[in-house]
């Protein structure tokens, strides 16, 4: 099993363990690897999900359990590998946003496979010529 960076889609849904596929890959993941591993970009998407619910009291219990996570820096070099997919992606005419792009370079500054449920955005950047290796835990 590939050592795999989960998207804020994903994780979500392993935290709201309402998929049962997503919650089966998950389990069979964590068995293998130990720990699940996100990136601090996921950690600001679901924080400011929070906020922007006015649901405070979920804060504490969402920052716990983040002890038990791999949680990659957003560091330089991983930013100047962003900017550069976020550009590209602009030229060409097909932006993704923020997020997106800060997440696929973290993936690909760690090798990491990318387990997402948003296909779409993330296949524009390996249309790019990107190995950015995805998988969806939802099939």
Known sequence: MDRTLLDTDIFSEVLKAKNSRVVDRAAAY?????RFTISA???MEIVRGIYRLQRTE???H???GLALVEILSF???TAKYAGR???ELERVGQP????DPMIAATALQHGLTLATGNNGHFERICGLGYPLKLVDWRV
Not at 30 to 34: M, R, S, V, W
Not at 96 to 99: D, E, N
């Open 30 to 34: 964590e068995a293998a690897l130990g």
């Open 41 to 43: 970009i996921t950690v």
């Open 58 to 60: 979920a804060l504490g």
């Open 62 to 64: 969402f920052l716990e």
């Open 75 to 77: 560091d330089s070099e």
């Open 85 to 87: 997919i976020y550009g």
């Open 96 to 99: 993704i946003g923020r997020a």
